[in-house]
């Protein structure tokens, strides 16, 4: 299975959600991932430079593709196809790739939204992740509307999920708040495989 994180706006939680995602995956499979900004690698506390493949786990291998095009994130993605039971890009904002599922992130924020309704990638989103931010005036009818969609899974403000971000337990404990939307990502994610 192979999956595209993107938001057009960065700030909407795309590397954490790839992070939660990725280790979850790799539970039970074969997990690669290509982290086309650097920030997954800060996250794991990994020190590797961009082109570098770092084996995190033995279950779990991540790509610093910091600078890469998307025509070399193909090639990887096409090289190491065999190797993995999931390949999953964090892609952020940078543009798409063509032929790989998206799972598109937004907030109720009215700047990521806007940001949405004019990329012409709306359309091909094939899920889409909704991250509730605190004290935003946006409902998820808002989001919902811009995006064309419902979402596949609800993220809830809750601080538990930024605070093991920055105390580096995303791989050893994932908070109760994100189990549910990270399971029902997954789901989908292999519904979709199976219908292939």
């Not at 992070?19 to 039970?28: E, G, K, V, Y």
């Amino acid at each position: 299975m192979k999956t595209q994180i993107f938001s057009p706006s960065g700030g909407t939680g795309c590397s954490t959600l790839t992070a939660f995602l990725i280790a979850r995956l790799s539970d039970t499979n074969r997990v690669l991932t290509v982290d086309c900004h650097g920030d997954l690698h800060d996250m794991f506390s990994i020190d590797a430079q961009p082109g570098q493949l770092t084996k995190y786990s033995p279950t779990m291998s991540v790509l610093h593709g910091a600078g890469m095009d998307r025509e070399t994130v193909a090639g990887v993605i096409a090289e190491h196809t065999a190797q993995y039971e999931h390949i999953v890009i964090d892609r952020g904002s940078a543009p798409l790739l063509e032929n790989v599922p998206v799972v598109g992130v937004a907030t109720n924020c009215y700047l990521n939204l806007r940001k949405w309704s004019r990329t012409n990638t709306t359309r091909s989103v094939d899920h889409f992740v909704f991250r509730i931010q605190h004290d935003r005036p946006l409902r998820l009818l808002d989001v919902e509307t811009t995006i064309g969609c419902t979402p596949t899974a609800i993220i809830p403000f809750d601080m538990t999920i930024a605070r093991n971000v920055d105390a580096g337990l995303i791989t050893n404990k994932t908070p109760k708040a994100l189990i549910d939307p990270i399971n029902q990502l997954v789901a989908a994610l292999t519904k979709d495989t199976a219908d292939d």
